[in-house]
């Protein structure tokens, strides 16, 4: 896995150097770290400096610094550098659907997952998280999200540079607004909740299937420039991390990454940013090389908006439009679509209210659509709903009687479908009430 990022050329070279110097550190346990929430007890500040609501992962402007700076700020001495989380929900739709095996068709109570992680800063230039996972659907441990980062801060004819890397398994992970798929809304789901079934590559397609590394510059505050490539690990690897082996396929050389951003602060109580992203992967479908590569072409566009007002109450929102075109001809000439071209579209806008910054309520609206391919997707790929999440989290300001490192949220969450899997007929039986329960210490 590490022997092809390292051959990418020049400066990401010795970055993905420096980034795996970082990790093997942390794993030793050599610097003060934490990890989330536990990144309070590291910076010495309450979940709500960083986070929008009290809780992850909706980051505030602090946050984005935070992140930016290769989790490096801290305030105090060595604190111990793990932390758990575990959800758990209760899931209802409106018609019963094919039963996961161990649950029933429908009211299912579970624990969807319980994570621990390994995370925070080694000086002022190291820095990172790693995540590990129990899937309590799946009933299997996996790898979760990682980001490790190497980061220096310079002076550039008077602009304030900070200059990092970060070695990644999940594209848009790295990113530190909540427009991308890694980290946008809904923050946290259910496995068992049905999901329409065509999204972009970019949408989690290779999230714990790829190892990436990319270099930025974060200019000012202000201007965000991101470049980078990954990689597929060989089959052995992912299966001994509890990843899937085959996933989408195997990535043919190296899938360029880019990102760009511009934030735009008014005062300390109000900021605005919008940006765009580009990915492309070649990929081996199911890992099969006889037809060669179908190739992905992903670029999209984001906004985001905050606005904290004097009570400490708080208003966000955040939306995405990607376009994906697919030149399918290794799958087509195994006869797996139609179509040798095909293309996706996907859009979502959300936008939240918390008041006192505990209590809150968030609305999004999403949309995918695509081209009519029966043996690819079925007919047409068009999904459309809303979702609704009233949520509330009591500690976020740190007056947890467990001390700053506990911190807990729960809420209800609503989603309801007008087309699902591109038809209206039907599409309502998909609609889900979950009620969850996410713990943090």
């Known amino acids: 896995m ?4 390292l051959d990418m050329p020049g400066i990401l070279s010795r970055l993905a150097g420096a980034a795996a110097l970082a990790f093997g550190l942390v794993l030793m346990g050599a610097s003060p770290a934490a990890a989330v929430p536990a990144f ?26 935070f992140k930016m700076k290769g989790y490096t700020q801290r305030s105090g001495n060595i604190n111990v550098p793990l932390s758990v989380m575990a959800v758990a929900s209760y899931i209802h739709t409106q018609a019963d659907q094919p039963p996961t095996p161990g649950f029933g068709a429908n009211d299912n109570v579970a624990l969807d997952q319980v994570s621990v992680f390994l ?53 848009t992970v790295q990113d530190a607004w909540n427009t991308l798929p890694a980290w946008g809304y809904p923050y946290t789901g259910s496995a068992l909740a049905p999901s329409p079934a065509a999204a972009p590559l970019l949408a989690g397609s290779l999230a714990q299937e790829a190892v990436g590394l990319t270099g930025y510059a974060w200019i000012n505050s202000e201007v965000y420039l991101e470049g980078g490539g990954y990689v597929t690990p060989g089959a052995s690897f992912l299966t001994h991390v509890g ?7 195997d990535i043919h050389g190296v899938a360029p990454y880019a990102r760009v951003a511009y934030q735009k602060a008014f005062g300390t109580n109000q900021n605005v940013e919008v940006g765009a992203f580009f990915m492309q992967a070649d990929i081996f479908p199911m890992r099969d090389r006889t037809f060669g590569t179908d190739r992905y072409t992903d670029w999209g566009l984001d906004a985001s908006y905050q606005q904290t007002f004097a009570n400490n ?3 966000t929102a955040n939306a995405r439009y990607i376009d994906e075109q697919q030149a399918l001809n290794a799958t087509f000439a195994g006869g ?39 043996t690819l997707f079925g007919g047409k790929p068009d999904s459309t709903g809303v979702t609704f999440q009233v949520d509330g989290t009591p500690f976020g300001n740190s007056d947890s009687p467990l001390g700053r490192r506990f911190n807990v949220r729960v ?22 009430l979950r009620v969850f329960t996410w713990l943090a210490y």
């Open 243 to 249: 990843a899937d082996p085959i996933g989408i396929g």
């Open 119 to 171: 995370a925070g800063g080694i000086g002022d230039h190291f820095g990172g998280f790693v995540q590990t996972t129990y899937d309590g659907i799946g009933k299997a441990f996996t790898w979760d999200n990682t980001d490790l980062r190497a980061v220096t801060t310079l002076d550039v004819h008077g602009a304030n540079v900070v200059l990092g890397a970060s070695l990644n398994n999940n594209p």
């Open 2 to 5: 590490f022997v092809r990022t």
């Open 411 to 432: 809420g209800v969450q609503y989603t309801a479908y007008t087309e699902f899997n591109g038809t209206s007929a039907g599409a309502s039986d998909n609609n889900t």
């Open 40 to 65: 309070a007890v590291q910076t010495g500040q309450p979940c709500q400096m960083c986070h929008i609501g009290g809780f992850g992962p909706q980051l505030t402007a602090f946050g984005r610094e």
């Open 336 to 374: 797996g679509s139609d179509n040798p071209r095909e293309s996706l579209r996907s859009f979502q806008i959300d936008g939240s209210y918390y008041w006192r910054d505990k209590i809150g309520g968030t609305v999004q609206v999403f949309n995918t659509s695509g081209s009519f391919d029966d």
């Open 313 to 315: 109450d708080v208003i």
